[in-house]
């Protein structure tokens, strides 16, 4: 079966870190550059983070940029979000996705599977 399943999401305090996983299980997620997106209250879907299937190299919105690494492990078929300097504005739902072209795009319609999602809260 074919999916993404993710972990790590929860409660912090403004400043905190937290760590997500996307686990892939029934295809390889090294095949797949892997973004992270996410959806505050009221808010469209954003991308926010994306390594690219080789590691070659990795894209990061603006509001991220320097308090966020994307990374990925392929012996354990996982790509990981660290957030580290949580601000309440990065108060949303989480989701990671695969994109078999490559592109890396904030475009949702590139990706074709997603993770369930995970809630993050920053507290002030």
């Known amino acids: 079966q074919v999916q993404l399943v993710q972990s790590g999401g929860g409660l912090v305090q403004s400043g905190g870190s937290l760590r997500l996983s996307c686990a892939a299980s029934?295809?390889?997620?090294?095949?797949?550059?892997t973004a992270w997106f996410r959806q505050a209250p009221g808010k469209e879907r954003e991308g926010i983070a994306c390594?690219?299937?080789?590691?070659?190299?990795?894209y990061y919105r603006s509001s991220v940029q320097g308090r966020f690494t994307v990374s990925r492990d392929n012996a354990k078929n996982t790509v990981y979000l660290q957030m580290d300097s949580l601000d309440p504005d990065d108060t949303a739902v989480y989701y990671c996705?695969?994109?078999?072209?490559?592109?890396?795009?904030?475009?949702?319609?590139?990706?074709?599977?997603w993770g369930q999602g995970t809630q993050v809260t920053v507290s002030s």
């Open positions: 996705a695969t994109d078999r072209w490559d592109y890396c795009s904030w475009a949702l319609s590139y990706y074709e599977h």
């Open positions: 029934g295809f390889n997620l090294e095949d797949y550059a």
């Open positions: 390594i690219s299937k080789n590691d070659h190299y990795t």
